[in-house]
């Protein structure tokens, strides 16, 4: 299943929207790869087990399941985390990619690719339909999160 969708961080035409500037929406989205307790619901505990250059290695504890994890930075553009399929979890990559089209709009795409099927055998479509609906959710999450912590002068 593939799923694409774009947030609005900044909107000019809401005065009520505090804007973020590039550099704290880069700081917000490294924070959640390397403390995301502070952004994933049901999330227990995790630990960075390995970094690298631009990388870490993650465990992500879940009660009984724990889902192993590479994040991949690409500076000041996009955060791609890549999960193994198990018995416990699906698989795939997640892309989260700035993108500013004018000095003034400022935007994060989001892109799941997992091996989680579109349709199941019978051809409905209800069960992946759900789980987009999940993902949208989690990254208006994820925004309202980093907003909260810049707001609080965290990501300069």
């Given at each position: 299943?593939?799923?694409?969708?774009?947030?609005?961080?900044?909107?000019?035409?809401?005065?009520?929207?505090?804007?973020?500037?590039?550099?704290?929406?880069?700081?917000?989205?490294?924070?959640?790869?390397?403390?995301?307790?502070?952004?994933?619901?049901?999330?227990?505990?995790?630990?960075?087990?390995?970094?690298?250059?631009?990388?870490?290695?993650r465990?992500?504890?879940?009660?009984?399941a724990?889902?192993?994890?590479?994040?991949v930075?690409?500076?000041?553009?996009?955060?791609?985390?890549?999960?193994?399929?198990?018995?416990?979890?699906?698989?795939?990559?997640?892309?989260?990619?700035?993108?500013?089209?004018?000095p003034?709009?400022?935007?994060?795409?989001?892109?799941?690719?997992?091996?989680?099927?579109s349709?199941?055998?019978?051809?409905?479509?209800?069960?992946?339909?759900?789980?987009?609906?999940?993902?949208?959710?989690?990254?208006?999450?994820?925004?309202?999160?980093?907003?909260?912590?810049?707001?609080?002068?965290?990501?300069?």
């Open positions: 299943m593939r799923f694409e969708h774009l947030v609005e961080i900044n909107d000019p035409g809401n005065p009520a929207l505090e804007p973020l500037t590039p550099e704290q929406l880069w700081q917000g989205l490294v924070l959640r790869a390397e403390s995301p307790e502070l952004f994933v619901l049901g999330l227990d505990s995790a630990e960075i087990v390995n970094r690298g250059d631009g990388w870490v290695e465990v992500l504890h879940f009660g009984p724990s889902v192993r994890d590479r994040v930075f690409e500076p000041r553009h996009a955060v791609r985390y890549e999960t193994a399929a198990t018995h416990e979890h699906a698989g795939g990559t997640l892309s989260m990619i700035i993108e500013t089209p004018t003034v709009a400022l935007l994060v795409r989001f892109i799941y690719e997992t091996t989680m099927p349709v199941d055998d019978s051809g409905d479509d209800r069960y992946a339909e759900i789980v987009k609906s999940a993902y949208h959710e989690a990254d208006l999450d994820t925004v309202r999160k980093i907003r909260e912590i810049a707001h609080t002068g965290r990501l300069g």
